[in-house]
């Protein structure tokens, strides 16, 4: 059994009038931006490289900016190619989807939801 990170991306509302047309994952913290933040805590349960899934149509700005930002991504997709991205997968593969609209400062803990040891 594999553990597969999807991260969830959005681009917010307000994100619209930034000269970059911003990301969610992209947004600085005070110590990094919170991709990295959320990758720290994907890394204690998988050692796969992430998936990003996006809400908006996918640009080369935004995909140089998001792979400057990370580049151990293995592959950005929009929510229509969900479809082909599960088909990829075995039955006994685990989607770990992970969304940083409501990502506590101090991270979060998802061990307690994986139970396989991580690969």
Do not use: K, W
């Amino acid at each position: 059994m594999s553990v597969i990170p999807i991260l969830l991306d959005i681009r917010p509302s307000y994100a619209q009038y930034a000269h970059d047309n911003g990301s969610l994952l992209l947004v600085p913290t005070a110590d990094d931006i919170l991709m990295r933040e959320v990758m720290r805590s994907v890394q204690r349960v998988t050692g796969h490289r992430p998936m990003v899934l996006t809400d908006f149509e996918i640009d080369p700005a935004y995909v140089a900016r998001l792979r400057a930002a990370y580049s151990d991504v293995e592959e950005i997709l929009t929510l229509p190619e969900l479809s082909t991205l599960v088909d990829r997968f075995t039955p006994s593969d685990s989607l770990l989807f992970v969304t940083p609209v409501c990502y506590p400062v101090d991270g979060v803990d998802l061990r307690p939801l994986c139970t396989a040891p991580a690969n």
